[in-house]
C-alpha cells in the first residue's frame, strides 16, 4: 500500500521553473512543509520523491494524522478503500 500511496502522491506534484539557472521546485498539494529542489526537472521530481518517503516515515513514526488520504488509502489508519483500489486493478489489466 505504501508503494501505490507514493505513486499517487507524485502523480499530482506541481513543478514550477524558477528561471534562470536557478532549476526547478516541486511540490504536492495537500502535503504540508513538502518541497523539492533541484537545477533539472528529472533531478527535481526524485528529490521530491526522497523527501516524500522521508515525510511519511517521520509522519508515521509520530502517529501523525494529518497525512493526506489519497485514492482511499489513509496511511493514518492503514486502511484502504476496497472500490478505489478495485477500480486501480481494474485499469491496471
Excluded at 499530482?12 to 533539472?40: C, M, N, Q, V
Excluded at 528529472?42 to 497525512?67: F, M, P, T, Y
Excluded at 493514518?76 to 478505489?84: A, I, M, N
Aim: aromatic share 6%; glycine share 12%; charged share 25%.
Amino acid at each position: 500500500m505504501l508503494i501505490d500511496y507514493i505513486q499517487a502522491a507524485m502523480r499530482r506534484a506541481k513543478y514550477l521553473s524558477l528561471g534562470g539557472s536557478e532549476g526547478y521546485a516541486g511540490r504536492i498539494p495537500g502535503f504540508r512543509g513538502l518541497i523539492g529542489h533541484a537545477r533539472t526537472l528529472e533531478a527535481c521530481r526524485e528529490n521530491l520523491h526522497g523527501a516524500l518517503q522521508s515525510w511519511l516515515l517521520v509522519k508515521l513514526r509520530h502517529g501523525d494524522r494529518d497525512i493526506p488520504v489519497l485514492n482511499g488509502m489513509d496511511l493514518s489508519t492503514g486502511r484502504s478503500d476496497r472500490k478505489h483500489q478495485a477500480k486501480r486493478d481494474s485499469r491496471a489489466a
